[in-house]
């Protein structure tokens, strides 16, 4: 069955609902992609590997906010890894996530590839990479070029926040966060290392990424993605609000629980309801095709209805002699019988009759009796202007005067 179209629009709104538990950005834009050269070896093996990679982590990430996992065997091996930057709720690192893995989904056929985000990380390859913090892919992304309304100065607060970043970040699980602000001018901080790599390797790497970033001043934005670590500044307050006690996992995830659960409902809902919708159009199309009532209620109203018994009589049993033409329907008769001659004008004037085919199912469609009719219609536009003009149909016959 199709999904249904409204689902996405119940889905936003269900979000909506929910927002004042969870205020807070999942930053979930992403700056950039990098798909490996290397093609999968095994489709099959590959896309089922990296479904359940996904799938495993994910479950991982709704607890911890990172995740790691291994599935097949060489050489078809898979090995991923996800982590939402410190200051995202597990709230937030969920939908930071679930866009991370359907963007790099497209990476296939490559067997591998890296996306960044403002919010999260992924990275997944067919060979074991979780102890690499250095690679040839590390770079720097400079943000907005404009600069800030001083630039000597917001270069200052910059440098002083990241050095205070990233020299606190390997002694806190790999992340740490700062701001500096001077006379109107302040810079926000990120930096955060992957849980896979130990402390000295973080440090490395942070020295690495801050060095790249920094070189974006004195523009008001820049980011490092390095292979172990991001680290990002802005002039802009980007971080979230550390979360208080109130918001416990538990809250958060049972938030998420919940989500699902509406989202499941509402897609079953509208299955059924979308079933019981079409199974009654299906109904009301049946029911209004009745041909045969149709007809009968045209020929009730027309009161001009003939038995055949009297069309065969009046044409003598469909004579030959009597047989002045084809019409689009069949052989067209004169029609000479007492019965018929009917007073309808200022000179009697015998009837026309056409012989249909003998049907074998309901004879005559919408399409077909419009048809029939303005054939009528224009049949009785060629007679004079001052004698009357009728016409019928039955099951096999159309006949006029």
């Given at each position: 069955?199709?999904?249904?179209?409204?689902?996405?629009?119940?889905?936003?709104?269900?979000?909506?609902?929910?927002?004042?538990?969870?205020?807070?950005?999942?930053?979930?834009?992403?700056?950039?992609?990098?798909?490996?050269?290397?093609?999968?070896?095994?489709?099959t093996a590959f896309v089922t590997n990296f479904i359940g990679e996904v799938?495993?982590?994910?479950?991982?990430?709704?607890?911890?906010?990172?995740?790691?996992?291994?599935?097949?065997?060489?050489?078809?091996?898979?090995?991923?890894?996800?982590?939402?930057?410190?200051?995202?709720?597990?709230?937030?690192?969920?939908?930071?996530?679930?866009?991370?893995?359907?963007?790099?989904?497209?990476?296939?056929?490559?067997?591998?590839?890296?996306?960044?985000?403002?919010?999260?990380?992924?990275?997944?390859?067919?060979?074991?990479?979780?102890?690499?913090?250095?690679?040839?892919?590390?770079?720097?992304?400079?943000?907005?070029?404009?600069?800030?309304?001083?630039?000597?100065?917001?270069?200052?607060?910059?440098?002083?926040?990241?050095?205070?970043?990233?020299?606190?970040?390997?002694?806190?699980?790999?992340?740490?966060?700062?701001?500096?602000?001077?006379?109107?001018?302040?810079?926000?901080?990120?930096?955060?290392?992957?849980?896979?790599?130990?402390?000295?390797?973080?440090?490395?790497?942070?020295?690495?990424?801050?060095?790249?970033?920094?070189?974006?001043?004195?523009?008001?934005?820049?980011?490092?993605?390095?292979?172990?670590?991001?680290?990002?500044?802005?002039?802009?307050?980007?971080?979230?609000?550390?979360?208080?006690?109130?918001?416990?996992?538990?809250?958060?995830?049972?938030?998420?629980?919940?989500?699902?659960?509406?989202?499941?409902?509402?897609?079953?809902?509208?299955?059924?309801?979308?079933?019981?919708?079409?199974?009654?159009?299906?109904?009301?199309?049946?029911?209004?095709?009745?041909?045969?009532?149709?007809?009968?209620?045209?020929?009730?109203?027309?009161?001009?209805?003939?038995?055949?018994?009297?069309?065969?009589?009046?044409?003598?049993?469909?004579?030959?002699?009597?047989?002045?033409?084809?019409?689009?329907?069949?052989?067209?008769?004169?029609?000479?019988?007492?019965?018929?001659?009917?007073?309808l004008g200022p000179e009697p004037r015998p009837w026309t009759h056409e012989?249909?085919?003998?049907?074998?199912?309901?004879?005559?469609?919408d399409e077909k009796t419009m048809e029939l009719n303005g054939m009528c219609?224009?049949?009785?536009?060629?007679?004079?202007?001052?004698?009357?003009?009728?016409?019928?149909?039955?099951?096999?016959?159309?006949?006029?005067?």
């Amino acid at each position: 069955m199709e999904p249904p179209k409204k689902l996405p629009l119940l889905l936003l709104l269900i979000l909506s609902s929910l927002t004042p538990l969870a205020t807070a950005d999942a930053r979930a834009h992403t700056i950039s992609t990098y798909c490996t050269t290397t093609l999968e070896h095994n489709s099959t093996a590959f896309v089922t590997n990296f479904i359940g990679e996904v799938n495993r982590i994910a479950e991982q990430m709704q607890l911890n906010g990172y995740g790691l996992a291994v599935l097949g065997v060489s050489p078809d091996m898979a090995y991923g890894l996800a982590q939402c930057y410190g200051d995202l709720s597990l709230f937030d690192c969920v939908l930071c996530y679930t866009e991370a893995h359907t963007v790099l989904s497209k990476c296939y056929p490559s067997n591998g590839g890296r996306i960044y985000l403002d919010g999260c990380f992924m990275r997944s390859d067919s060979y074991n990479f979780f102890d690499e913090f250095t690679g040839p892919h590390d770079k720097a992304v400079c943000g907005n070029a404009t600069t800030a309304q001083d630039g000597v100065r917001f270069t200052t607060l910059v440098k002083q926040a990241v050095s205070s970043a990233v020299a606190a970040a390997p002694l806190s699980r790999g992340y740490a966060r700062d701001s500096a602000t001077a006379q109107g001018e302040s810079a926000y901080v990120l930096a955060n290392c992957w849980r896979t790599i130990n402390q000295s390797d973080c440090a490395a790497c942070l020295s690495n990424a801050s060095k790249a970033a920094l070189g974006c001043l004195p523009g008001s934005e820049g980011r490092a993605l390095y292979t172990g670590c991001f680290l990002r500044y802005s002039n802009t307050d980007f971080l979230n609000a550390i979360p208080g006690s109130g918001h416990s996992k538990g809250k958060i995830i049972a938030i998420v629980v919940a989500i699902v659960s509406a989202v499941a409902l509402v897609a079953v809902g509208l299955a059924v309801g979308n079933a019981i919708r079409k199974n009654r159009i299906i109904q009301k199309k049946r029911k209004g095709s009745n041909d045969t009532v149709k007809l009968a209620s045209t020929l009730y109203n027309s009161s001009l209805n003939f038995k055949y018994s009297t069309l065969e009589r009046a044409t003598g049993s469909f004579d030959l002699a009597n047989k002045i033409g084809q019409g689009g329907f069949g052989s067209v008769y004169k029609v000479q019988h007492p019965l018929l001659q009917l007073n309808l004008g200022p000179e009697p004037r015998p009837w026309t009759h056409e012989q249909l085919p003998m049907p074998t199912k309901p004879p005559f469609t919408d399409e077909k009796t419009m048809e029939l009719n303005g054939m009528c219609e224009v049949q009785c536009e060629n007679h004079n202007a001052t004698s009357s003009c009728a016409a019928t149909i039955s099951e096999t016959s159309v006949y006029w005067r």
